[in-house]
Structure formats: structure tokens, C-alpha cells
């Protein structure tokens, strides 16, 4: 006999903790049951079918259901289940893996050292960027600079790179040795300001922290070229050529992180080619697999390999499930399929403009004051009386109640204070972002 709704909230309640979840106010009405997925839609136990418009957690980027990503698992699970690269060995779809991904991220790369998260992988720079001044005799120079809002993660390392307040009232973080420039938040820091001025000053503020800090002891910059998880912060488009030149005059490494923009979400397979920066070295996760299965990993560009790899001796760093075989057979399953549909082009020539032609037409809703897309992302700043450019009140929480009414008309989008972001998967048509964005309109107006 299946378990009913409420024995599986029952035992939720018991023994599950969580990720990110405040237990006693989720115990006052139960989980959600989520028990399967088709296309872009998922369906609850209770056989409620809901448009996902995040992509699970932005990872889910060729849809739910696909089976060429089941067959690949599979099969590989049959030949060779695990074996690590530690001691000497490899494996078949790892090698495979690690050189597809170099030919999609170009010749400034050369190697991947593979994990199963964006946590791991950004853990990974940390150590990788201060190993490789260490080899180069400047051991001084371990200083990282991150941005206010940034997600890279929930480990230590991760978390500690991450800007977000909430992230830092626990656990003692940050980690010493990383700091925090403000992120490039034209719409929330200078709206009556040029765009393409705010970008240049807001680049500025790296080059004021690398002054402050002393040039000499700055090891790298990390940011995603999109933030995600802090609200789809789109930056000005003169934003990142100037923190390229900056981290180029004073010698520092850049870091991208593609977790969420890598794999095609912006229109290209990675963010960061679409903003004119040109990383040392990029970490990704999610949309690798589709999140079919945990993996990520670095793209170490040939700057940071060559001296690892001539000069570094044995980098001691990686994980059980570093290139893990099924992983990577899934991986290398997915990019077969993006590239198969077309997605990354899909994106960049129809359904990113379609959903940003929608979000135009949507910010004449009387509760938008705001929105952005960038390929397959978009982002609604709510406020209380946009000409007058006046906020909600904070406590009002009123995201909160927007993503509220998003739950009752069936739809998953994702409130980050007072703004409502998407995240849909690649693989959505032009219809489904109609029928999506008939929803968000009727969910804004229930919000009202
Ligand atoms: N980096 C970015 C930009 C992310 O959005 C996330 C997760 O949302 C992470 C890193 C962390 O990835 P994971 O949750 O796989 O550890």
C-alpha cells in the first residue's frame, strides 16, 4: 500500500530535516509531496500538476522525463558503478567529460577537476587560487574578493564567498581572508543613474577593495555573471569589461561562477562569454546534468593549470565522488541532448527573447516597478507605488505572498524579498512561457 499524503508529511515532519527550512513554521501545514515530473511540469501527491518555473532548484534545464539521461545512468551503472581517480586510475566518462567540456568553455581552458556540487567546486578555488600564488611564491597574496547578495554555496568556503547577511549570522562565517565589494544593483542602488555609468562605478568599487586591501595580497574575484539566487541581478552591460581590465592591471585572477549561468541559461554555454569577461577559471554544477544527478566541478583555464600542474606538486584536494562515472555518463547524456534540440541556441534566438518580450508587456502590471530577463532568467521587483518609487514595507513580506498565490494557481516561482524570479527549463516553448506568464499575471493580481 502506498503511504498516504499525511503518513509521508508524518514522517517528513519526524525525521527530515530540511535544507534552508524553518521546521516548527513547516510543521504547521505539512510539506508539499512532490512525486513526479514530465516536461515542465511536476505534479504533488495529491495530483496537483504545477508549472516549474525554476527548474527544480535552476538545475533541471532539458525538463523532467528524459529518458536518453535514465538509459545513460543506467548503463553505466552496469559496466563500471564507481571507481575514483585518486591513486593513479581514470575512467572512461570522466576523460570523456572533462575534454567535452573544455571544447564548449574554449582554448583559454585545459583541464576540469570534477566534485558533485557548486558548494564543492567553489570550496575547491578557494584552495586551488591560493595553492597556485603559494607555487608562485606569493603566498601573501590570499585575499578573495566577492560581492554583497552572492550565493556560491552553503559550505564553509562556499558560504563565507557568499554575501547574503543571513548566510553570515551563523556557524562563524566568514572564513578570514575574503571580502565583500556591493553587487551592481542598478534598479536597487542608483536607479535614476545611467546604466552603463552605474556599471563603471560599480566595477570601480573592485578596484577601491583591491587598493584597500593591498594589490599585493588579492588572490582572485569570484561573481556570477547573473547573481541567481540573490534576485536575478542583471549587471549593466559595461559591468564586467571593466572588472576584466581591473583584475588584468592588477595581475588577479577572475573567477566565474557558471553554476546557475553555465550550460546554456543565458543564451550561450556560458554566462560569462555573453559579458564580455574572460575567466581564469569557472566553477558549474546544475545544469551539467540537468540535475539528474550531482555533479560539478572547476574549468581551470591553462594560466592556473600550467603553473599547478609544472610547479605545484600534488595538490591535496578532492572527493570520493570526484569524476564519478555515472555522474559524467549523465553529464555527457545531457549535453547531448542540449546540443541535439538546439537549446543554448533555442534560448539565445527564440525563447529568451519571447520571454523578455513577456516581461516587457508585464511591467505595465501596476505592482512592477521593475523587469529584467537575460535568456532563460527574469526577474520583478514588486513595489507598493512604482512612480513615486516607494517600497512595501519589509514586514508585509510581500513576496511571500505573491509566491503564495503562485502555489495555489499551480505554479513554482521563487520570491527573494520584494522580487519574483523565474528560472524556467531550457526545453520550454514559447507556448508554455505564455501559459507561465498568464499565471504570473494572475498571481500578481491575487497579490495586489
Ligand atoms: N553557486 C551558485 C551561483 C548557486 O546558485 C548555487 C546554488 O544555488 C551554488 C553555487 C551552490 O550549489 P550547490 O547547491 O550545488 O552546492
Same mark, same amino acid.
Given at each position: 500500500?502506498?503511504?498516504?499524503?499525511?503518513?509521508?508529511?508524518?514522517? =517528513?515532519?519526524? !525525521?527530515?530535516?530540511h535544507p534552508f527550512t524553518?521546521?516548527?513554521?513547516?510543521?504547521?501545514?505539512?510539506?508539499? +509531496?512532490?512525486?513526479?515530473?514530465?516536461?515542465?511540469?511536476?505534479? =504533488?501527491?495529491?495530483?496537483?500538476?504545477?508549472?516549474?518555473?525554476?527548474?527544480g532548484l535552476w538545475c %533541471?534545464?532539458?525538463?523532467?522525463?528524459?529518458?536518453? /539521461?535514465? *538509459?545513460?545512468?543506467?548503463?553505466?551503472? *552496469?559496466? /563500471?558503478?564507481?571507481?575514483?581517480?585518486?591513486?593513479?586510475?581514470?575512467?572512461?566518462?570522466?576523460?570523456?567529460?572533462?575534454?567535452?567540456? @573544455?571544447?564548449?568553455?574554449?582554448?583559454?581552458?585545459?583541464?576540469v577537476l570534477f566534485g558533485s556540487s557548486g558548494s564543492e567546486s567553489n570550496d575547491t578555488i578557494v584552495r586551488m587560487v591560493r595553492h597556485?600564488?603559494?607555487? &608562485?611564491?606569493?603566498?601573501?597574496?590570499s585575499v578573495i574578493i566577492s560581492r554583497k547578495n552572492a550565493y556560491h554555496g552553503s559550505t564553509m568556503c562556499g558560504a563565507s564567498l557568499g554575501g547574503m547577511s543571513g548566510m553570515h549570522a551563523q556557524g562563524g562565517l566568514p572564513i578570514p581572508g575574503i571580502v565583500h565589494i556591493?553587487q551592481?544593483?542598478?534598479?536597487?542602488?542608483?536607479?535614476?543613474?545611467?546604466?552603463?555609468?552605474?556599471?563603471?562605478?560599480?566595477?570601480?568599487? &573592485?578596484?577601491?577593495? @583591491?587598493?584597500?586591501?593591498?594589490? =599585493?595580497?588579492?588572490a582572485a574575484f569570484i561573481g556570477e555573471p547573473v547573481q541567481g539566487a540573490g534576485g536575478?541581478i542583471?549587471?549593466?552591460?559595461?559591468?564586467?569589461?571593466?572588472?576584466?581590465?581591473?583584475?588584468?592591471?592588477?595581475?588577479?585572477l577572475l573567477i566565474c561562477d557558471e553554476v546557475i549561468c553555465g550550460?546554456?541559461? /543565458?543564451?550561450?554555454?556560458?554566462g560569462s *562569454?555573453?559579458?564580455?569577461?574572460?575567466p581564469d577559471l569557472m566553477t558549474f554544477a546544475k545544469g551539467v546534468t540537468?540535475g539528474?544527478?550531482p555533479l560539478g566541478g572547476v574549468v581551470v583555464?591553462?594560466?592556473?593549470?600550467?603553473?599547478?600542474?609544472?610547479?605545484?606538486?600534488?595538490f591535496?584536494h578532492g572527493y570520493t565522488y570526484s569524476? !564519478?562515472?555515472?555522474?559524467?555518463?549523465?553529464?555527457?547524456?545531457?549535453?547531448?541532448? @542540449?546540443?541535439?534540440?538546439?537549446?543554448?541556441?533555442?534560448?539565445?534566438?527564440?525563447?529568451?527573447? !519571447?520571454?523578455?518580450?513577456?516581461?516587457?508587456?508585464?511591467?505595465?502590471?501596476? /505592482? +512592477?516597478?521593475?523587469?529584467?530577463?537575460?535568456?532563460?532568467?527574469?526577474?520583478? %521587483?514588486?513595489?507598493?507605488?512604482?512612480?513615486?518609487?516607494?517600497?512595501?514595507?519589509?514586514?508585509?513580506?510581500?513576496?511571500?505572498?505573491?509566491?503564495?498565490?503562485?502555489?495555489?494557481?499551480?505554479?513554482?516561482?521563487?520570491?527573494v524579498?520584494?522580487?519574483?524570479?523565474?528560472?524556467?527549463?531550457?526545453?520550454?516553448?514559447?507556448?508554455?512561457?505564455? *501559459?507561465? +506568464?498568464?499565471?504570473?499575471?494572475?498571481?500578481?493580481?491575487?497579490? &495586489?
Amino acid at each position: 500500500m502506498p503511504l498516504t499524503t499525511s503518513e509521508i508529511q508524518a514522517l =517528513d515532519s519526524a !525525521h527530515y530535516m530540511h535544507p534552508f527550512t524553518d521546521h516548527k513554521a513547516l510543521a504547521e501545514k505539512g510539506a508539499r +509531496v512532490i512525486t513526479r515530473g514530465e516536461g515542465v511540469y511536476i505534479w =504533488d501527491s495529491e495530483g496537483n500538476k504545477i508549472l516549474d518555473g525554476m527548474s527544480g532548484l535552476w538545475c %533541471v534545464n532539458v525538463g523532467y522525463g528524459r529518458k536518453e /539521461l535514465v *538509459e545513460a545512468a543506467v548503463k553505466q551503472m *552496469e559496466v /563500471l558503478p564507481y571507481y575514483n581517480s585518486f591513486f593513479q586510475t581514470t575512467n572512461v566518462p570522466a576523460v570523456q567529460l572533462a575534454d567535452r567540456i @573544455i571544447k564548449l568553455a574554449g582554448e583559454r581552458y585545459s583541464h576540469v577537476l570534477f566534485g558533485s556540487s557548486g558548494s564543492e567546486s567553489n570550496d575547491t578555488i578557494v584552495r586551488m587560487v591560493r595553492h597556485y600564488w603559494t607555487t &608562485l611564491g606569493q603566498p601573501e597574496r590570499s585575499v578573495i574578493i566577492s560581492r554583497k547578495n552572492a550565493y556560491h554555496g552553503s559550505t564553509m568556503c562556499g558560504a563565507s564567498l557568499g554575501g547574503m547577511s543571513g548566510m553570515h549570522a551563523q556557524g562563524g562565517l566568514p572564513i578570514p581572508g575574503i571580502v565583500h565589494i556591493e553587487q551592481p544593483y542598478h534598479f536597487g542602488l542608483a536607479p535614476d543613474q545611467d546604466k552603463d555609468a552605474f556599471g563603471i562605478e560599480a566595477a570601480g568599487w &573592485l578596484e577601491q577593495k @583591491i587598493l584597500e586591501v593591498g594589490a =599585493d595580497k588579492v588572490a582572485a574575484f569570484i561573481g556570477e555573471p547573473v547573481q541567481g539566487a540573490g534576485g536575478v541581478i542583471i549587471p549593466p552591460k559595461t559591468y564586467w569589461p571593466e572588472i576584466q581590465r581591473i583584475c588584468d592591471k592588477y595581475g588577479i585572477l577572475l573567477i566565474c561562477d557558471e553554476v546557475i549561468c553555465g550550460f546554456g541559461r /543565458l543564451g550561450a554555454w556560458f554566462g560569462s *562569454e555573453l559579458m564580455g569577461a574572460k575567466p581564469d577559471l569557472m566553477t558549474f554544477a546544475k545544469g551539467v546534468t540537468s540535475g539528474y544527478i550531482p555533479l560539478g566541478g572547476v574549468v581551470v583555464g591553462k594560466r592556473v593549470a600550467e603553473v599547478l600542474i609544472e610547479k605545484g606538486g600534488e595538490f591535496n584536494h578532492g572527493y570520493t565522488y570526484s569524476g !564519478h562515472p555515472v555522474a559524467c555518463a549523465v553529464a555527457l547524456a545531457n549535453l547531448d541532448l @542540449i546540443e541535439k534540440e538546439g537549446l543554448v541556441e533555442r534560448v539565445r534566438d527564440e525563447t529568451g527573447p !519571447h520571454l523578455a518580450h513577456c516581461f516587457a508587456a508585464l511591467a505595465e502590471h501596476p /505592482l +512592477v516597478a521593475g523587469a529584467e530577463t537575460f535568456g532563460m532568467v527574469a526577474g520583478l %521587483v514588486l513595489m507598493k507605488d512604482k512612480h513615486q518609487h516607494l517600497a512595501f514595507d519589509e514586514d508585509l513580506e510581500v513576496g511571500m505572498i505573491c509566491r503564495k498565490h503562485c502555489f495555489a494557481h499551480g505554479l513554482i516561482m521563487r520570491a527573494v524579498g520584494d522580487r519574483m524570479i523565474v528560472a524556467p527549463p531550457l526545453a520550454m516553448t514559447k507556448e508554455q512561457i505564455d *501559459e507561465m +506568464v498568464r499565471l504570473i499575471r494572475l498571481c500578481l493580481d491575487a497579490t &495586489l
